[in-house]
């Protein structure tokens, strides 16, 4: 299969696919080692270490195609014919088209709280390019087919390191605890570049952090970026009291997630260099680098108490009570990342940075009973 189904803007009702899939086309490769290491210090005590480093290779990307490099362009390529010979366009062929202008990070709100990392940073003036229509013209058309294929000239290093300490359950204590630390880092060619502008998630710097979550754009987790914690750790235990008491603590904390603003910049087909189906041309251009502003970092403690109550024979209920999130903290987990809203010439919309999505649920209390028999 040479193609993969789309929709052609300039043919709607087509059945016919717009775009291709390379004919040297291979599954993204992962190589990852893992070393790991404990030793026991006493019979109930042990400490450990694991290291990791991972490398992600051959991803995939659809790059316009060049269709000068389609002898008859595309409509005349023949099926099963390998598309060894067809080339992308160019990043030359991007014209820098505007930057957007220096501003400092502010809140969506006037009058509220603020609680938005890097309020008053002034943001770097960050070019933006687009396809300049006089040159792309004869390269592509309102189609703007692509070609699904590996990525030349970008990888991906993960190197963490994580020591641990268990205390098994002796001498009415037990423990378990870890930490770890993580690095997870780009490597961007030349040659990995089709559009020069560096939108959001820095996708043309090379070394800069990976981001990666549950969403990167919109929906309910857009602005959750996990794997951007360098560090983490957890430590929880337990000590059995006399009587058949029993109190137990958990402890989890984290570096806060990655915050990367961004500008959006809508460049009409009116404006010099515009698009060439008058269609909108929407860019989301990083600001700063992706990792240079966070959310706050988390500590989030948890108690229980409980007891054991023996009514008999093999039936005993065991009734507790625990608080969750003892401290109380109520740190935001996501914040709207949208500075502005540029229409070229047409004029601006208002940031709606620093809306809060979503903080740490409140302190809850919780009473339970379990019954064994």
Same mark, same amino acid.
């Given at each position: 299969?040479?193609?993969?189904?789309?929709?052609?803007?300039?043919?709607?009702?087509?059945?016919?696919?717009?775009?291709?899939?390379?004919?040297?086309?291979?599954?993204?490769?992962?190589?990852?080692?893992?070393?790991?290491?404990?030793?026991?210090?006493?019979?109930?005590?042990?400490?450990?270490?694991?290291?990791?480093?991972?490398?992600?290779?051959?991803?995939?990307?659809?790059?316009?195609?060049?269709?000068?490099?389609?002898?008859?362009?595309?409509?005349?390529?023949?099926?099963?014919?390998?598309?060894?010979?067809?080339?992308?366009?160019?990043? /030359?062929?991007?014209?820098?088209?505007?930057?957007?202008?220096?501003?400092?990070?502010?809140?969506?709100?006037?009058?509220?709280?603020?609680?938005?990392?890097?309020?008053?940073?002034?943001?770097?003036?960050?070019?933006?390019?687009?396809?300049?229509?006089?040159?792309?013209?004869?390269?592509?058309?309102?189609?703007?087919?692509?070609?699904?294929?590996?990525?030349?000239?970008?990888?991906?290093?993960?190197?963490?390191?994580?020591?641990?300490?268990?205390?098994?359950?002796?001498?009415?204590?037990?423990?378990?605890?870890?930490?770890?630390?993580?690095?997870?880092?780009?490597?961007?060619?030349?040659?990995?570049?089709?559009?020069?502008?560096?939108?959001?998630?820095?996708?043309?710097?090379?070394?800069?952090?990976?981001?990666?979550?549950?969403?990167? /754009?919109?929906?309910?987790?857009?602005?959750?970026?996990?794997?951007? /914690?360098?560090?983490?750790?957890?430590?929880?235990?337990?000590?059995?009291? +006399?009587?058949?008491?029993?109190? /137990?603590?958990?402890?989890?904390?984290?570096?806060?997630?990655?915050?990367?603003?961004?500008?959006?910049?809508?460049?009409?087909?009116?404006?010099?260099?515009?698009?060439?189906?008058?269609?909108?041309?929407?860019?989301?251009?990083?600001?700063?680098?992706?990792?240079?502003?966070?959310?706050?970092?988390?500590?989030?403690?948890?108690?229980?108490?409980?007891?054991?109550?023996?009514?008999?024979?093999?039936?005993?209920?065991?009734?507790?009570?625990?608080?969750?999130?003892?401290?109380?903290?109520?740190?935001?987990?996501?914040?709207?990342?949208?500075?502005?809203?540029?229409?070229?010439?047409?004029?601006?919309?208002? +940031?709606?940075?620093?809306?809060?999505?979503?903080?740490?649920?409140?302190?809850?209390?919780?009473?339970?009973?379990?019954?064994?028999?």
């Amino acid at each position: 299969m040479l193609f993969a189904g789309n929709i052609d803007p300039a043919n709607p009702t087509s059945t016919a696919p717009t775009d291709f899939i390379s004919t040297d086309l291979e599954a993204p490769i992962v190589d990852e080692y893992l070393l790991g290491y404990e030793i026991e210090i006493a019979r109930d005590f042990t400490l450990g270490v694991n290291a990791t480093v991972r490398e992600r290779d051959q991803e995939l990307w659809a790059p316009w195609i060049d269709y000068t490099t389609i002898s008859g362009g595309p409509s005349a390529f023949v099926h099963g014919t390998s598309t060894s010979g067809i080339g992308i366009i160019p990043s /030359s062929a991007y014209t820098a088209l505007g930057s957007m202008a220096t501003g400092t990070v502010g809140c969506f709100s006037s009058t509220g709280p603020c609680n938005l990392d890097g309020v008053g940073f002034s943001s770097s003036t960050q070019t933006y390019y687009i396809g300049d229509a006089a040159i792309m013209g004869g390269l592509t058309d309102a189609a703007r087919r692509s070609i699904l294929q590996n990525r030349p000239g970008y990888s991906e290093d993960f190197e963490s390191v994580e020591l641990t300490a268990t205390k098994r359950l002796s001498n009415r204590w037990m423990l378990r605890a870890f930490v770890s630390f993580q690095d997870w880092t780009k490597n961007i060619a030349a040659n990995a570049i089709q559009n020069p502008t560096n939108n959001v998630g820095d996708t043309t710097l090379d070394g800069s952090d990976v981001i990666a979550g549950g969403a990167t /754009s919109s929906g309910a987790f857009g602005d959750v970026f996990i794997g951007t /914690s360098s560090w983490q750790y957890n430590i929880n235990g337990m000590y059995e009291l +006399p009587k058949n008491f029993r109190i /137990s603590a958990n402890l989890n904390g984290r570096e806060g997630y990655a915050l990367p603003y961004f500008g959006r910049v809508d460049q009409r087909a009116s404006t010099v260099g515009g698009p060439l189906d008058g269609l909108l041309s929407r860019q989301n251009i990083q600001i700063g680098s992706v990792t240079q502003f966070r959310t706050d970092d988390i500590m989030v403690l948890d108690l229980g108490v409980s007891y054991l109550l023996q009514l008999g024979g093999d039936t005993t209920v065991d009734l507790g009570i625990d608080i969750f999130n003892v401290l109380d903290d109520d740190t935001i987990l996501q914040l709207e990342r949208r500075m502005a809203t540029t229409y070229g010439a047409s004029g601006t919309s208002g +940031p709606s940075a620093g809306r809060i999505d979503e903080a740490l649920s409140p302190q809850v209390f919780r009473l339970s009973a379990k019954v064994t028999f």
